[in-house]
């Protein structure tokens, strides 16, 4: 991509391709520059101020907003539910991709059925499904306590429950999400060179061998893409926590994004919400560094 | 000699303990796939059963007898469904459209147009990839409502008719196609916009055809960015709709109507990703899917 010398801009051809180049990005450039720099900006403006989205003035208080935060137990209570909700979803996704692709990965009939099984809940629509695992949830009639019962345990009261209503917006984000993880697993796995877990299998190592020796360090760069593609993604949980639970009971779902939305939609607090908002960037903003750092340290060289 | 039947007696043992494997773990996915498919299961037997008495039946009958196959109808007609089906498609087909269209063209000035300043442009597209919309959803709100475009498609399309990840995955195609190509091209009289639509359009069919499926099934399930910038059931789509339903329903929630709405609302976006499958997979592979 070397840059050519702007001298060149003299010749005519090349001031066509300059004034083509502006005009095919010029949608785009609009499309962000309003949409997504502007509004950036805007946040972060907004987070200096104190308004309700609808009186004339906005009124300026300077780090008041963050200040309110940080002694706001509710904003820590937020913090706390979004990183345990976050972190479970993630663990037990890459843990049922990672079972689901070893086994996918071999010979075996009706795989392609069984992939198309596994991958169906991350594709369809979420609040649907959130309606679904209400009923699912439901303590009386539901699905979830009826199996319960079947092997003798009297289920909880899921989503009325503080302790439980949580454990519940896991088990269906996980359903929904290691169907994602899996079809990850399944492209890293066809990348790492057959021949090597046949050598080792020669020189006598066993199928568990095998497994830790070769198969998870080579995969090691796909296992950290899924962590923090899902890290991402868990932090922005919004649809299956605004359907099923509205954050309760009493704050014990609210999670990060879900306490935007509530601050800024239902008690609308715009400049404390946009100071959320710009907490809640750093956050992913961090995660991503992370993740290219990360993964420019993993990247597996053959 | 006594080696070599030892040798043998290990490898037998280990192709053994290797069948072993292979049926434990045949059953394993199989059990799973059921324990994944049952949710499923679930929602369309429900959304079958004739009644409430049925539906609270317990413990629960799988297969209702005499399947109720109105339910359907009535779902539908409970609530404005041809109205949100109608914005759905609209405002999930225009988006895709615009999105590809305007990828493509910035994809192309970002693989085969050299201009001083083009890098630093590339960097403010990708750094786009980094901001999330949830992020911006409080000032974008008021901007909306500047314009006047609250609870309009506006609203729902034009800040999403730009893709810095569709930017990039086209332009990933693009970069394969050989540069002399482009430049015999150019002398030979061709626009850019000629050699965008004839060559390199043509050229990177099954990339472009992955985002707009990517795309479009990532519109059409969104719920947060539709719930906030409309207000009025009009402008309701699907996955907005099928919750405003439960929502309004009055005294307890007739789960068997409820299921066959939310099957009315997902049953699309399977029976595309059933069809479209492979692209589905390869694309989500290659670049990995924002949102849950």
């Known amino acids: 991509m070397a840059l050519r010398k ?3 801009l003299r010749s005519p051809l090349r001031r066509a391709d300059y004034l083509t180049a502006i005009l095919f990005l010029a949608p785009s450039l609009i499309v962000f520059g309003v949409f997504v720099y502007y509004a950036l900006g805007f946040n972060l403006y907004l987070s200096f101020t104190s308004w309700n989205f609808l009186s004339s003035t906005k009124t300026f208080i300077g780090l008041e907003n963050y200040q309110r935060m940080i002694a706001d137990p509710r904003f820590w209570k937020v913090i706390v539910n979004t990183f345990y909700f976050s972190i479970a979803t993630v663990a037990f996704s890459l843990l049922f991709g990672l079972v689901l692709a070893l086994i996918l990965n071999q010979k075996m009939s009706g795989r392609g059925l069984l992939r198309v099984i596994f991958f169906s809940p991350y594709i369809t629509t979420t609040s649907a499904l959130a309606l679904l695992w209400i009923w699912i949830f439901d303590p009386n009639y539901g699905l979830m306590n009826y199996a319960l019962q079947l092997v003798g345990i009297g289920g909880p009261r899921w989503l009325t429950s503080t302790t439980w209503a949580m454990p519940a ?13 899996m079809v990850i697993f399944l492209a890293g796995l066809t990348n790492i060179p057959h021949e090597l877990r046949e050598a080792a299998q020669i020189d006598g190592a066993g199928p568990w061998a095998t497994l830790w020796k070769i198969t998870l360090p080579l995969l090691s760069p796909t296992t950290f893409f899924i962590l923090f593609t899902l890290l991402i993604s868990a932090f922005q949980t919004f649809d299956q926590v605004a359907v099923m639970t509205a954050g309760g009971p009493i704050n014990a779902t609210n999670v990060l994004n879900y306490y935007i939305y509530e601050q800024a939609f239902i008690n609308y607090k715009a400049g404390y919400a946009a100071s959320l908002a710009v907490v809640f ?9 992370l993740q290219l750092r990360a993964s420019r340290r993993w990247v597996y060289q053959p | 000699m006594r080696q070599s039947i030892s040798k043998k007696a290990v490898i037998m043992r280990r192709q053994h303990i290797g069948t072993i494997i292979r049926i434990i773990s045949f059953a394993l996915i199989v059990v799973l796939a059921v324990v994944v498919a049952i949710p499923f299961l679930w929602m369309i037997s429900t959304s079958l059963k004739p009644d409430l008495r049925a539906v609270f039946q317990f413990p629960p009958q799988w297969i209702p007898h005499p399947p109720a196959w109105d339910n359907y109808l009535k779902a539908w007609n ?6 949100y089906l109608m914005n759905s498609v609209i405002v999930s087909v225009s988006t895709v459209v615009f999105e590809v269209i305007n990828a493509c063209l910035a994809a192309y000035v970002f693989s085969k147009i050299r201009f001083p300043g083009r890098d630093l442009l590339f960097l403010l597209f990708l750094a786009v990839m980094m901001v999330p919309s949830q992020v911006i959803v409080v000032p974008n709100y008021i901007i909306l409502s500047k314009l006047g475009w609250i609870d309009t498609y506006w609203a729902l399309i034009v800040p999403f008719v730009a893709s810095a990840y569709g930017t990039f995955m086209i332009r990933q195609a693009f970069l394969d196609v050989p540069d002399d190509l482009v430049d015999a091209a150019r002398v030979d009289g061709a ?9 390199m ?6 990339m472009i055809l992955t985002f707009a499926l990517l795309n479009f099934n990532w519109r059409w399930n969104d719920y947060f960015w539709t719930l906030i910038m409309t207000n009025s059931d009009t402008m309701r789509t699907l996955p907005v709709g099928v919750i405003a339903m439960q929502a309004g329903a009055e005294g307890g929630t007739n789960w068997h109507y409820m299921m066959a709405a939310a099957v009315i609302v997902i049953l699309p976006v399977l029976v ?21």
């Open chain 1, 169 to 181: 917006l896991i088990i269906m984000t996980v359903w929904k999400t290691s169907g994602y993880a």
């Open chain 2, 191 to 199: 626009s850019h916009f000629t050699i965008l639509r004839y060559v």
């Open chain 2, 78 to 83: 409970s609530a404005p469904f041809n109205r």
């Open chain 2, 272 to 292: 595309l990703f059933a069809m479209t499958q492979r692209y589905f997979v390869e694309g989500i592979s290659h670049t990995g899917l924002k949102g849950v």
């Open chain 1, 281 to 289: 960037f750093l956050i992913l903003l961090g995660l991503t560094i």
């Open chain 2, 201 to 206: 359009i043509p050229l990177s069919r099954p």
């Open chain 1, 6 to 8: 702007p001298a060149l």
